[in-house]
């Protein structure tokens, strides 16, 4: 969908979960996971923004990428990510929600997260892929919410 700049596609990956995350996550704001400045101007648009825009939901981009690349690094490697994403503005006063399309190794998240520990409201995330090792992780459970289980909690 991204790489191959597929623009129409965003609105199939949340559609049949619209409703239910509306009204799970009724009052937070959606934080979006960067994007490098090179990676948005190749594609054109954010992936991410588009994905989760369906929503209809206050959404936000407060969070700026460096010009680094995660996709051929090792998870140990990944973990510097965290030098690399830098918040800029404020933070709202409501719950957030971090957004991103793909959770491979969490660091993004992670990183996203690290930053605004100190937030007085709750803070969780959502992705739509994510890989299989993090399912079994207890943390990850309880600050992750997987499209997965969702599905299984509305069908």
Partial sequence: YKELMDEALFPVFLYPFIT???????GYT???????????SKRGFSHVEKMFGIL???????FVKDEVEQKHKSQIERKEIENHIHLVGTLPNTPLLLVDDVCTTGS???AMYHQMENHPYPVKAL????HAKYVEIRRWKKFVVWLWWIYTQVV
């Fill in 56 to 62: 209809d939901m206050k959404m936000i981009s407060c």
């Fill in 20 to 26: 239910y995350i509306r009204k799970k996550y009724k």
């Fill in 108 to 110: 993004t998240l992670l």
């Fill in 127 to 130: 992705v739509c892929c994510c």
């Fill in 30 to 40: 959606l934080v979006i996971a960067p994007s490098s400045n090179s990676a948005l």
